[in-house]
């Protein structure tokens, strides 16, 4: 088994992500990059266990899953775009397909939003993947656990999916922030892996080039790094955009933040109105507009595309 | 009192032997009258409660041993197909490509370009044949279900992009968008 040194991210602020000693340097080695991720996934805890102040981890989820499902389609040679992305399952209406960018978007949003607290998270799972593909996915077999660590679980878990289904990368990742969550008791996955992992890395894991566990520990570190400064970033946001609530004076006003705060984008004539998204309440498409124009007058929140028209709106 | 006759599916009446022949007749007739893949929940319709389709299927597969076509499972259900070996006679025979899909030159190439840039527009097909591609054309692929509609494209007069369905993985035989050959 070959073993070179992985770099870790470097970062300035230690505040807001993790510890310079934690990312500063190369790993060196394989008990480190053990050490790092307790490290690492402990601080990120922290900042989860906020939800219940007004975190919004949902919000931040969805993020990272925009991220996840762009480094997977990197994995298939695919070059879309955050962009295309977005305007694909803001702007497709229900009976029209996604396409493969849609898809694999939809597919780590709606993984992410599952409830890990529930006993058929497996298959809540197996059913997010194409029909063609869900008959030959045994899930049981695939998150048993042997390993004598919780990160040897995740990178074992990662390996034999990879391994079992090699061309289904975001399952497999997937499935790794899914174990660690559940371990956690965090009740939704956070995307972690995906992004920070490279098609070379995969490719290590899968012909056992590589020790898998360190492949994922570094994945783990730089990915809590980026939640970690992504989740502070839009915590603040989020809490002035609630301050702003009373400003609005709009009766739908919280609802609609609510929206804002759960999703990446906001597509006001799809998902303001006619009804408020996950609501029953009615906004209509003239109210919708101008409620996103004045959050961005306010400073809340920013016009994603840059469009004069089909314009999404976010944190 | 009149009631409509229910279709037996149990056939209690019968032997056990009998009844398993009954139901992989049922199966294989369903399959060959059908122009599309059988999904497996219309199959488990014609046969009694506790059979198992699969062991039906297998039992007309080993049957079929030694005849020149056979049952496959697809993408999207089970239909019959002519084993390799006879590819070239029934070339010889029919003109098998036009009757298949009865795709023209120009309509593959359209294909083949929905395939590799989807989620594309009309306008996107313009750009890559430097030449309008006509609505009757792309409502041919979209008959045959190779292609369908995808999310709308965010410019003026938000045209439809089109994308590619199960049914073209199935009809190219391809797993995933992921075999479409390496463009040259």
């Given at each position: 088994m070959t073993s070179h040194p992985r770099s870790l991210s470097t970062i300035q602020n230690a505040d807001i992500g993790l510890p310079r000693w934690v990312t500063?340097?190369?790993?060196?080695s394989a008990e480190n990059t053990r050490f790092f991720a307790g490290a690492a996934v402990m601080k990120l805890d922290l900042m989860l266990q906020g939800a219940d102040k007004g975190f919004p981890a949902a919000l931040l989820s969805d993020r990272l899953a925009l991220g996840a499902a762009l480094a997977c389609l990197k994995f298939e040679g695919r070059q879309d775009t955050e962009q295309a992305l977005r305007d694909a399952v803001c702007l497709?209406?229900?009976?029209e397909a996604l396409g493969p960018g849609g898809e694999a978007f939809a597919f780590w949003r709606r993984g992410a939003r599952i409830?890990?607290?529930?006993?058929d998270w497996a298959d809540r799972l197996v059913r997010l993947l194409p029909e063609r593909q869900r008959e030959t996915v045994v899930m049981a077999d695939l998150i048993a656990g042997g390993a004598d660590s919780l990160l040897g679980w995740v990178a074992e878990v990662v390996e034999r999916a990879l391994k079992t289904h090699p061309r289904q990368e975001a399952m497999a990742l997937m499935l790794g922030d899914c174990v660690l969550a559940r371990s956690l008791g965090w009740p939704h996955p956070v995307p972690l892996l995906a992004a920070h992992m490279t098609r070379r890395d995969l490719r290590a894991m899968s012909i056992r080039q590589q020790d898998a566990s360190e492949v994922v520990g570094c994945a783990l570190v730089n990915g809590s790094d980026t939640a970690l400064r992504l989740g502070d970033q839009l915590n603040r946001q989020a809490s002035r955009l609630r301050e702003m609530e009373p400003k609005?004076?709009?009766?739908?006003a919280s609802q609609a933040i609510e929206v804002f705060l759960t999703h990446d984008a906001v597509s006001p004539s799809g998902?303001?109105?006619?009804?408020i998204r996950g609501t029953a309440t009615s906004m209509t498409d003239r109210a919708a507009r101008r409620l996103c124009d004045r959050l961005v007058d306010l400073g809340v929140?920013?016009?994603?595309?840059?469009?004069?028209?089909f314009r999404l709106y976010g944190l | 009192m009149f009631r409509p006759t229910l279709f037996d599916?149990?056939?209690?009446?019968?032997p056990p032997e009998l009844r398993w022949r009954e139901w992989m007749g049922r199966i294989e007739a369903v399959i060959f009258a059908s122009a599309a893949p059988v999904p497996r929940e219309d199959l488990a319709r014609?046969?009694?409660?506790?059979?198992?389709v699969d062991l039906l299927i297998e039992d007309i597969k080993a049957e079929l041993r030694g005849r020149p076509y056979d049952l496959v499972a697809v993408a999207s259900g089970w239909m019959f197909r002519t084993r390799p070996h006879y590819a070239k006679a029934v070339q010889e025979a029919a003109d098998v490509a036009d009757q298949y899909l009865d795709l023209r030159e120009f309509e593959i190439a359209v294909l083949a370009a929905i395939a590799y840039?989807?989620?594309?527009?009309r306008e996107g097909l313009k750009d890559i044949f430097g030449q309008e591609v006509s609505r009757d054309l792309i409502a041919r692929l979209r008959s045959q279900g190779l292609v369908t509609v995808g999310p709308r494209s965010p410019?003026?007069?938000?045209p439809h992009t089109y994308v590619t369905t199960e049914a073209f993985l199935q009809a190219f035989d391809l797993q995933s968008l992921r075999d479409l050959p390496e463009p040259t």
């Open positions: 500063r340097q190369n790993a060196q497709a209406r229900d009976d409830d890990l607290r529930s006993g609005l004076r709009n009766r739908s998902m303001l109105s006619p009804v929140v920013r016009e994603l595309t840059g469009r004069a028209t | 599916t149990e056939l209690a009446d019968m014609v046969v009694g409660q506790g059979a198992s840039h989807q989620p594309l527009t410019r003026p007069g938000a």
